[in-house]
């Protein structure tokens, strides 16, 4: 939803006190810095999910020959998924 005209102006007029309060400040803040961070670790928590469900996967497999082996396999695929939700969520809206 694009904000109103009256917002709008608020906020050029709240940027541009930023800037000039705290030039170094406002140099830093960048929308694209925080848009390629969540992108990063929106990359890192699939990867990480991924990694889980192979796991899983692979413990399940693994079990039906060396079924120790196999359930501390599936055992820490299954707790990397939710591992790496929280990741995601954690970056994605803690800014």
């Not at 608020?10 to 930023?18: G, N, P, Q």
């Not at 899983?56 to 998924?81: E, K, N, P, Q, R």
């Amino acid at each position: 939803m694009p904000l109103s005209d009256e917002h709008r102006h608020a906020l050029d007029e709240i940027e541009r006190a930023l800037k000039k309060d705290d030039p170094r400040f406002a140099a830093t803040v960048n929308i694209d810095q925080i848009q390629r961070h969540r992108r990063r670790w929106t990359i890192i928590a699939a990867a990480l999910f991924l990694l889980g469900v192979v796991l899983l996967i692979t413990g399940l497999v693994t079990s039906d020959s060396y079924l120790l082996v196999g359930a501390i396999i599936s055992s820490i695929g299954f707790l990397t998924m939710p591992a790496a939700i929280a990741v995601f969520l954690d970056h994605r809206f803690n800014l």
